[in-house]
């Protein structure tokens, strides 16, 4: 079993309150979920307006799988989230 976890934190620009934070945040998290069958999360700042921390889990059978979906996961929040700039990303994958 391999598992691997992604830490992103988003800089969201055109954030002027939590509520407009919130919207993008959960329309990335279900379109992300959705689309890659992924776990995902507000982990982190949710009292920061124009930050976000999400964090995403996959688990597969193929690590070269999982090391794929993250990878596909990133290049997506990328497109679909212009507003937002990705300021950091850290991934991890454990094998069991």
Not at 10 to 36: A, G, P, Q, T, W
Not at 49 to 58: D, E, K, P, R
Request: charged share 25%; net charge neutral.
């Amino acid at each position: 079993m391999h598992v691997a976890i992604c830490r992103l934190t988003l800089h969201i620009n055109s954030s002027h309150s939590l509520k407009e934070k919130r919207r993008v945040v959960h329309s990335l998290r279900d379109r992300l979920s959705s689309k890659f069958g992924i776990a995902v999360a507000e982990v982190d700042t949710q009292d920061a307006w124009q930050l976000a921390t999400l964090g995403l889990a996959a688990v597969s059978q193929s690590r070269t799988q999982v090391q794929s979906v993250m990878d596909k996961a990133i290049e997506y929040v990328y497109v679909v989230a212009p507003e937002s700039e990705v300021s950091s990303s850290d991934r991890e994958i454990f094998s069991f």
